[in-house]
């Protein structure tokens, strides 16, 4: 900013500060220059921007939002409520469970119960076919991405 532009900004801000009724207040003057003293840094460091880019985008985001999309959200929320729930009740029972007994069982003794328990054989399965997901997601993760090809 030129000299020239700055004096003329004052001058047009000087116009807006003796024109404004509110701005003739005692008590909004003192805020105004209290306001102006904590944002100063902002403006100095040019932060400021950083914020009225976040606040346009806050606004961006409630714009967008529709009845839609909040049930979307609100159905995620749900579910995932739910399955940490689910989660938690089990991991609570297995450790009653396990924790009952003054001495744990053997290991045979606890493949002889797997085998019996279709239970206990639903969660390996459930256990290893979580085991096979992510291990085809991780081999999937360490392949170049397409873009990556030189051609």
């Known amino acids: 900013m030129n000299n020239e532009s700055a004096t ?3 001058q047009s801000l000087a116009k807006v500060l003796e024109s404004s009724p ?3 207040n005692q008590a909004t003057l003192e805020g105004v220059a209290d306001l102006i003293e904590k944002v100063s840094p902002l403006l100095q460091g040019r932060r400021l921007h950083n914020i009225v880019d976040l606040l346009a985008a806050v606004s961006d985001v409630i714009e967008m939002t529709d009845d839609a999309m ?4 609100m159905t995620l929320y749900e579910e995932s409520i739910g399955g940490v729930w689910a989660i938690t009740n089990a991991l609570q029972y297995a450790s009653v469970q396990a924790g ?4 744990p069982p053997t290991l045979w003794k606890s493949i002889r119960r797997l085998n019996n328990d279709e239970n206990a054989r639903r969660g390996l399965d459930t256990a290893i076919n979580l085991m096979a997901e992510l291990g ?3 081999k999937i993760s360490g392949q170049p991405i397409p873009e990556d090809y030189q051609h």
Not at 70 to 73: A, D, I, P, S, Y
Not at 100 to 103: A, L, N, P, Q, S
């Open 22 to 24: 509110a701005l003739q």
């Open 70 to 73: 909040v049930q979307k959200l």
């Open 136 to 138: 085809r997601q991780s």
């Open 100 to 103: 009952g007994g003054e001495i």
């Open 8 to 10: 003329a900004s004052i």
